[in-house]
């Protein structure tokens, strides 16, 4: 019988995924050991207090508060920390010292990405992360493997649970965004500072991540433009729904190419209209998709849970098996490739489409002043909708004005906007949001 060679994996943190990692690396330690070629000793976990009580029932004498020795003394490290130090130190120091290096620090890659990357290159290890985006979902091998034949066009992504969680409550209930916002810190899907979820900023720092893959090109998290969800209303969402929409909060990258044929890459993350029949419209709960448009292999849809331990756990592992195969067969670490070199837009450039709800005085001729404005601007109307409301007491009649817009510039869309605000016969503009998939 062959010698099976034995690789050392330090794993750094023992919390929600960390510990689920653990378990799993003790309890199906032969099928991993089957499928990888090697067998993958767990050789310490690195935590701040060796004592605390653990989700999982793991050997006492595995923890250490030595993390650097720890490192120093691996094959493979798992880096299951977060937040940005010591984090980032460890991985240099397991990179510089050959081990390969799977994370799931999305927050770490947004801010420190590129060095972290180009030092795993100069070493010739291999540095994965597919659990930073969408937990559980295989989506980043994917598109950095099994689409390398093809170009993508385009990525629509929900991939923060706890907005969509929220958005889905408010559409489903009629809930304004902080009551959704309380319902979900009571679930335990939002944290009690849940500003990186609800601006969007965990969202743009995946955006950025997936949009680097998708178009071969380093996209810096700088590169994002981004809006959260807390100003989305009730009023919103039933304006939405009543027009036959969704409202999700996408991350989107997509290439554009200007008249000259100059090409670029829109990366943005905002509150998005979905017709209710788009597949990603059927995204409820905290559940987390990924929507692909690429040349050849059309459109494709990845669907699955965005966090959590054990699921988060899955892609720590898988990303921890393909490294240890390499490590196995020998040969340099596999690496992006970043051949793409293609410009990131400002959001003016962006193209897109507006939902505008706007009140409007009811009287002849609104609708030609209306139209004739979003013409001068170069923008063309796709649906105009009016319905006539009559206050009872009063008797005065005002009417409701729903456009949805074709594809236009950000830049003529934003200018449109400003000169209806500025019309004699514009009681308010009630919403305005960007829609896709129409
Ligand atoms: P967590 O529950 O907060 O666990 C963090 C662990 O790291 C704890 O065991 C903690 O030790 C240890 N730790 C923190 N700072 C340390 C330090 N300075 N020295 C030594 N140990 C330290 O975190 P998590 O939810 O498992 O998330 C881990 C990473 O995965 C994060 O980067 C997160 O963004 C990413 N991620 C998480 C999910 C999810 O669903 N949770 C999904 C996708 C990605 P003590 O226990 O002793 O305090």
């Known amino acids: 019988m ?13 919390g929600n995924v960390g510990a ?5 690396l003790i309890e199906d330690a032969d099928a991993l050991a089957a499928r990888t070629g090697a067998r993958l000793e767990l050789s310490g976990i690195a935590v701040r207090n060796v004592n605390a009580k653990r989700d999982v029932e793991l050997p006492q004498e595995l923890f250490t508060t030595d993390a650097d020795t720890l490192v120093k003394d691996a094959d493979l490290v798992i880096e ?12 240099l120091t397991a990179i510089q010292n050959g081990a390969c290096v799977v994370t799931g620090n999305k927050a770490l890659l947004a801010q420190d990405g590129p060095t972290l990357y180009e030092e795993a290159d100069k070493a010739g290890v291999q540095l994965s992360y597919e659990a930073a985006v969408a937990g559980a979902i295989p989506i980043l091998r994917p598109i950095r493997d099994s689409l390398s034949g093809d170009r993508i066009t385009r990525v629509l992504g929900i991939v923060n649970g706890t907005t969509n969680f929220i958005l889905d409550q408010m559409d489903s209930t009629g809930a304004q965004f902080a009551d959704a916002l309380a319902e979900a810190q009571r679930l335990g899907y939002a944290e009690a500072d849940p500003t990186a979820d609800v601006e969007g900023h965990d969202a743009a720092a995946k955006a950025a991540i997936l949009a680097s893959l998708a178009f071969h090109t380093r996209f810096a998290l700088e590169n994002v433009h981004c809006e959260g969800i807390s100003n989305v209303s009730a009023a919103d969402i039933a304006a939405a729904k009543d027009a036959g929409f969704v409202i999700k909060l996408l991350a989107i990258a997509e290439k554009l190419t200007d008249a000259d044929g100059g090409e670029g ?10 017709p209710r029949e788009h597949p990603l419209a059927a995204v409820r709960g905290a559940f987390n998709a990924v929507f692909i448009e690429a040349e050849n292999a059309g459109e494709l849809m990845f669907y699955g849970q ?4 054990t699921p988060t756990a899955s892609a720590i592992l ?10 196995v067969l020998g040969g340099p670490g596999r690496t992006e490739t970043t051949t793409g070199h293609v410009p990131a837009l400002p959001i ?16 002849p001729g609104v609708l030609a002043k209306i139209a004739r404005l979003f013409a001068d601007h170069g923008v063309s109307i796709e649906i105009m909708r009016q319905t006539i409301h009559r206050d009872a007491e009063s008797n005065v009649e005002t009417a409701e004005l729903r456009i949805v817009t074709h594809r236009a510039s950000e830049a003529a869309l934003a200018a449109t906007v400003e000169a209806v605000k500025g019309l004699d016969v514009i009681n308010s503009v009630t919403s305005v949001l960007r829609v896709e998939g129409v």
């Open 265 to 274: 890459v829109s990366v943005r993350v905002h509150p998005t209209l979905l």
């Open 318 to 327: 898988g990303d921890l098996i393909s490294a240890a195969r390499r490590l």
């Open 2 to 14: 062959t010698e099976v060679r034995t690789l050392k994996v330090a794993l750094l943190g023992c």
């Open 80 to 91: 299951l920390m977060g937040g940005i130090e010591p984090a980032r130190s460890l991985i």
């Open 20 to 24: 689920q990692v653990a378990r799993i």
């Open 306 to 309: 965005g966090a959590g331990g």
């Open 348 to 363: 003016d450039a962006a193209l897109t489409s507006y939902y505008i709800g706007l009140d409007v005085a009811d009287q």
